[in-house]
Antibody, heavy 127, light 108 residues
């Protein structure tokens, strides 16, 4: 079945970096986009960015520009999200979510249907 | 930056109809999507492209759009529908995504 399995919980010190993985199975990895979304305790969902798993193109939220890097390894059907210069406010559950790619306009972009989600990865930033 | 606005909470009795709204300036141009999230779980897509329902989602979930406001309607609310609901859409460029603040649905 189609599923996304994320890496385990992380505890990091302020200023460090964290890299979370998201392994896809049950579908053609390179035909879709992957988004990363986070949720601080008791807070709203917050979109961070996406990657076209086929060609590696990325787009990031302005809020995280310069601190977040989304990559993928097509041979492993895995997407990664790395967040640097961590601070306590980055303590959150981080999710990956699959999205359909629309390539009708010459270039491909996700349409917004976050149809499959990973189970989430808790990242705690504490000194 | 672009924002989507939802009411913080909605309360209904079992069997009644719940309506959750989401407002945003780009909604006339961009599709909206709705997610249900229960405590400790990942979100689940319940409506896509304003009014389409994914397979496996009960028919009591429906969506509509009018101008800068989209609405998630849950007819015949059941106790299991108690959850947080988030709308999501893109800004006018269509490449940057945003979630609303979430609405807590309480089934009385």
């Amino acid at each position: 079945q189609v599923q996304l399995v994320q890496s385990g919980a992380e505890v990091k010190k302020p200023g460090a970096s964290v890299k979370v993985s998201c392994k896809a199975s049950g579908y053609t990895f390179t035909s879709y986009a992957m988004h990363w979304v986070r949720q601080a305790p008791g807070q709203r969902l917050e979109w961070m960015g996406w990657i076209n798993a086929g060609n590696g193109n990325t787009k990031y939220s302005q809020k995280f520009q310069g601190r977040v890097t989304i990559t993928r390894d097509t041979s492993a059907s895995t997407a990664y999200m790395e967040l640097s210069s961590l601070r306590s406010e980055d303590t959150a559950v981080y999710y990956c979510a699959r999205d359909v790619l629309d390539c009708s306009g010459g270039s491909c972009a996700p349409v917004g249907t976050f149809d499959i989600w990973g189970q989430g990865t808790m990242v705690t930033v504490s000194s | 930056s672009y924002e989507l606005t939802q009411p913080p909470s909605v309360s209904v009795s079992p069997g009644q109809t719940a309506r959750i709204t989401c407002s945003g300036d780009a909604l006339p141009k961009q599709y909206a999507y709705w997610y249900q999230q229960k405590p400790g779980q990942a979100p689940v897509l319940v409506i896509y492209k304003d009014s389409e329902r994914p397979s496996g989602i009960p028919e009591r979930f429906s969506g509509s759009s009018s101008g800068t406001t989209v609405t998630l309607t849950i007819s015949g609310v059941q106790a299991e529908d108690e959850a947080d609901y988030y709308c999501q859409s893109a800004d006018s460029s269509g490449t940057l995504w945003v979630f609303g603040g979430g609405t807590k649905l309480t089934v009385l």
